[in-house]
């Protein structure tokens, strides 16, 4: 845990409405000053003086959302390669879906996850619990002793209770327990047994298709629970453009519900099943990233890459744009990965065999700023802001050594810190991923922006600053 100083960089906190350059002075695994020129600060004294002038050092990094398999599924991924992925893109701060093997439906499987984490993990790990058990949707979770675990959410992810009775009685237990419920919007009756949007391509590629409206469907149940409970959902990875409209509506309402939006889905389009030629030529589509990689250049792709597959599943320009648009008028709040490693065995098969998923931790910011920032859909710090003190006042996220709400810069705050650089240009190369899996849509990408350091307790967990030391490349 080193005492640093922090000099030179433009500091970026939403939630303060800070935005300006000046340096920040971390001692004992806490930020002790932020302010201009801290060299004659009396506490700067021997502390690592680091330039990250053209840089920008926001609050820790924080993803709501991800899988890191453990217990049950470590050959995909287990907590310490999760936690490696998170830190090399820039979160200090996952919270893991119980959705293993066995389910984190208990006290016990909270404290294993919890106890693995403090002993291999280099970020922190937050524990979501499930909503029923065996994520089977039919009998609710002892909801009151996960909570008393220390679960900072309850969710069936990867899976949707059908039974409406079931989500309202557990929407009324979490009230109880302040406890936020999210919600994976998945009408099984109406999906059946599609495996890719149902539209013009699912047609075309002879594959089942998977309509927009089995995710509408449930976003408007869950309105119509979230007015009559007054309980809080979260809608995860939303994807459709009638559940963004849905969301805007019921927000406008007053109704506590909230969507996030995954990059997948904000970049991507069902075109890119069908293979790179259909999706790079599709009517509608503007891509930042595209004027980064030119025509010869660009990542090829095969039809019926199950690197594409996943839950939702990618949907028409017109939904992608929709998502977009969520993000600009403040509709979809939240940002997170959806990180889903599997096995490339797993994904080497037909596509209508290989499993739901695709990687995300060590991409997503990169992609944010590519595709949301530079071509001015999204401010910086409006991105900031939605992978920061957004999803950590959401559930709500506490930093357990000092107590306080993470996702902020502050003095007596933990040092959480992120170091971004912008305009850094630079080529994903999924073959050096610290996650054991590597199906990712986005191998080869040109991207433009990324986090270049990951600071968390004070200590580096990941580097590319030169004088920073830490287990970067």
Same mark, same amino acid.
């Given at each position: 845990?080193?005492?640093?100083?922090? !000099?030179?960089?433009?500091?970026?906190?939403?939630?303060?409405?800070? %935005? @300006?350059?000046?340096?920040?002075?971390?001692?004992?695994?806490?930020?002790?000053?932020?302010?201009?020129?801290?060299?004659?600060?009396?506490?700067?004294?021997?502390?690592?003086?680091?330039?990250?002038?053209?840089?920008?050092?926001?609050?820790?990094?924080?993803?709501?959302?991800?899988?890191?398999?453990?217990?049950?599924?470590?050959?995909? $991924?287990?907590?310490?390669?999760?936690?490696?992925?998170?830190?090399?893109?820039?979160?200090?701060?996952?919270?893991?879906?119980?959705?293993?093997?066995?389910?984190?439906? %208990?006290?016990?499987?909270?404290?294993?996850?919890?106890?693995?984490?403090?002993?291999?993990?280099?970020?922190?790990?937050?524990?979501?619990?499930? /909503?029923?058990? *065996?994520?089977?949707?039919? +009998?609710?979770?002892?909801?009151?002793?996960?909570?008393?675990?220390?679960?900072?959410?309850?969710?069936?992810?990867?899976?949707?209770?059908?039974?409406?009775?079931?989500?309202?009685?557990?929407?009324?237990?979490?009230?109880?327990?302040?406890?936020?419920?999210?919600?994976?919007?998945?009408?099984?009756?109406?999906?059946?047994?599609?495996?890719?949007?149902?539209?013009?391509?699912?047609?075309?590629?002879?594959?089942?298709?998977?309509?927009?409206?089995?995710? *509408?469907?449930?976003?408007?149940?869950?309105?119509?629970?979230?007015?009559?409970?007054?309980?809080? /959902?979260?809608?995860?990875?939303?994807?459709?453009?009638?559940?963004?409209?849905? /969301?805007?509506?019921?927000?406008? +309402?007053?109704?506590?519900?909230?969507?996030?939006?995954?990059?997948?889905?904000?970049?991507?389009?069902? @075109?890119?099943?069908?293979?790179?030629?259909?999706?790079?030529?599709?009517?509608?589509?503007?891509?930042?990233?595209?004027?980064?990689?030119?025509?010869?250049?660009?990542?090829?792709?095969?039809?019926?890459?199950?690197?594409?597959?996943?839950?939702?599943?990618?949907?028409?320009?017109?939904?992608?744009?929709?998502?977009?648009?969520?993000?600009?008028?403040?509709?979809?709040? /939240?940002?997170?990965? *959806?990180?889903?490693?599997?096995?490339?065995?797993? #994904?080497?098969?037909?596509?209508?065999?290989?499993?739901?998923?695709?990687?995300?931790? $060590?991409?997503?910011?990169?992609?944010?700023?590519?595709?949301?920032?530079?071509?001015?859909? &999204?401010?910086?710090?409006?991105?900031?802001?939605?992978?920061?003190?957004?999803?950590?006042?959401?559930?709500?996220?506490?930093?357990?050594?000092?107590?306080?709400? &993470?996702?902020?810069?502050?003095?007596?705050?933990?040092?959480?810190?992120?170091?971004?650089?912008? %305009?850094?240009?630079?080529?994903?190369?999924?073959? #050096?991923?610290?996650? #054991?899996?590597?199906?990712?849509?986005?191998?080869?990408? !040109?991207? #433009?922006?990324?986090?270049?350091?990951?600071?968390?307790?004070?200590?580096?967990?990941?580097?590319?600053?030169?004088?920073?030391?830490?287990?970067?490349?």
């Amino acid at each position: 845990m080193p005492d640093l100083l922090l !000099r030179g960089g433009r500091v970026l906190d939403p939630s303060q409405s800070l %935005d @300006a350059t000046l340096d920040v002075l971390i001692r004992g695994g806490r930020i002790v000053a932020i302010a201009p020129d801290l060299l004659d600060h009396p506490e700067a004294r021997g502390v690592g003086v680091v330039d990250v002038s053209r840089r920008v050092v926001t609050p820790g990094l924080v993803d709501l959302h991800v899988h890191f398999r453990e217990p049950g599924q470590t050959s995909k $991924e287990n907590i310490e390669t999760g936690a490696l992925c998170a830190a090399r893109g820039g979160f200090t701060s996952v919270v893991c879906m119980p959705n293993t093997r066995p389910a984190i439906d %208990d006290p016990a499987a909270v404290g294993l996850v919890k106890d693995r984490a403090q002993a291999r993990a280099c970020v922190r790990v937050f524990v979501a619990g499930a /909503i029923t058990k *065996d994520i089977a949707g039919e +009998e609710l979770a002892p909801l009151g002793s996960l909570h008393r675990a220390g679960v900072v959410a309850i969710t069936d992810d990867g899976k949707c209770i059908q039974n409406t009775d079931v989500m309202r009685r557990a929407l009324e237990y979490a009230r109880m327990y302040d406890l936020k419920v999210m919600d994976h919007c998945q009408d099984y009756d109406l999906v059946s047994e599609g495996v890719m949007h149902e539209g013009y391509w699912s047609t075309a590629l002879e594959l089942r298709g998977w309509p927009a409206v089995g995710e *509408d469907s449930i976003v408007a149940r869950n309105v119509i629970l979230a007015r009559m409970t007054g309980t809080h /959902i979260h809608c995860q990875h939303i994807s459709s453009r009638r559940s963004v409209n849905l /969301i805007r509506k019921a927000r406008a +309402e007053g109704v506590p519900i909230s969507g996030e939006a995954c990059p997948h889905h904000y970049v991507l389009t069902d @075109a890119a099943v069908a293979g790179s030629e259909a999706f790079w030529k599709e009517d509608g589509l503007s891509l930042y990233s595209a004027g980064l990689m030119p025509e010869g250049q660009r990542p090829i792709w095969p039809s019926y890459d199950t690197n594409f597959k996943m839950n939702p599943p990618l949907r028409s320009a017109d939904d992608r744009a929709a998502v977009v648009e969520g993000l600009r008028d403040g509709t979809l709040d /939240i940002l997170a990965s *959806d990180h889903a490693p599997h096995c490339n065995y797993e #994904k080497d098969v037909e596509f209508d065999f290989a499993p739901f998923g695709i990687l995300g931790l $060590e991409t997503q910011l990169a992609l944010a700023l590519t595709e949301l920032v530079h071509p001015g859909h &999204l401010s910086l710090a409006r991105v900031v802001e939605l992978y920061s003190s957004r999803p950590a006042t959401l559930l709500p996220l506490v930093a357990t050594e000092t107590g306080t709400r &993470l996702g902020r810069l502050e003095v007596g705050g933990p040092a959480d810190v992120t170091v971004i650089d912008p %305009d850094l240009e630079w080529t994903y190369d999924v073959t #050096k991923t610290a996650s #054991k899996s590597a199906n990712s849509p986005f191998h080869l990408w !040109r991207l #433009k922006g990324k986090a270049v350091a990951t600071l968390c307790r004070g200590s580096v967990v990941w580097s590319e600053v030169e004088g920073l030391a830490g287990p970067g490349v």
